[in-house]
Nanobody, 123 residues
Framework: QVQVGESGGGLVQAGGSLRLSCAASGRPFSTLGMAWFRQAPGKEREFVAFISDSGASTNYADSVKGRFTISRDNAKNTMYLQMNNLRPEDTAVYYC????????????????WGQGTQVTVSS
């Protein structure tokens, strides 16, 4: 069983920055494909970014390309999402997800989820 937990959400003005963190335990972190998803009120949960187990491969949703950066530190069992130039439409609960093996864009592929952290961007 893998335990996953997010931190770092908050309230920020449009154009500002936040960094989210996700810690995982219960399995060697370097064997986990990791991703961020988000869910805005009244909308379905959507893919934001993923990173491979080694960190060598990343993928982003078009809506965040050039503004968000996903990274990981396998020595610290932690994944990050640096969010710059935030927009009101980025407001959502952000979830960290983990799966054994390769990372994926589909939320159905992930077995382990955090509780989510709220990000609110004011205009």
């Amino acid at each position: 069983q893998v335990q996953v937990g997010e931190s770092g959400g908050g309230l920020v003005q449009a154009g500002g920055s936040l960094r989210l963190s996700c810690a995982a335990s219960g399995r060697p972190f370097s064997t986990l494909g990791m991703a961020w998803f988000r869910q805005a009120p009244g909308k379905e949960r959507e893919f934001v970014a993923f990173i491979s187990d080694s960190g060598a491969s990343t993928n982003y949703a078009d809506s965040v390309k050039g503004r968000f950066t996903i990274s990981r530190d396998n020595a610290k069992n932690t994944m990050y999402l640096q969010m710059n130039n935030l927009r009101p439409e980025d407001t959502a609960v952000y979830y960290c997800a983990a799966r054994s093996g390769s990372a994926h864009t589909s939320l159905n592929e992930y077995s382990y989820w955090g509780q989510g952290t709220q990000v609110t961007v004011s205009s």
